[in-house]
């Protein structure tokens, strides 16, 4: 089972902290709804769905020019 994390607690501790949230839409380790559930958890959070099945997104996954693109743009922010 996956642990266990109060998005209650996370969205009251952010206090409106940017925060991006990136997930592959066929992650073989996090289901992708749990992606979905954390960043509608975090007011203001921007969710990016990816395409790709790794958690962890290596320079040769298809999507690894959209996950430095969206990264950029977010630090630029």
Known sequence: MWPTFS????SMSTRRQLTLVLHAREDARVPFEAGRRMAAG???ARFVALQGRNH???ETEPAFGQFLEETRTFLAG
Do not use: E, K, S, V
């Open 56 to 58: 962890l997104f290596l």
């Open 42 to 44: 975090i007011p203001g």
């Open 7 to 10: 998005l209650r607690r996370l």
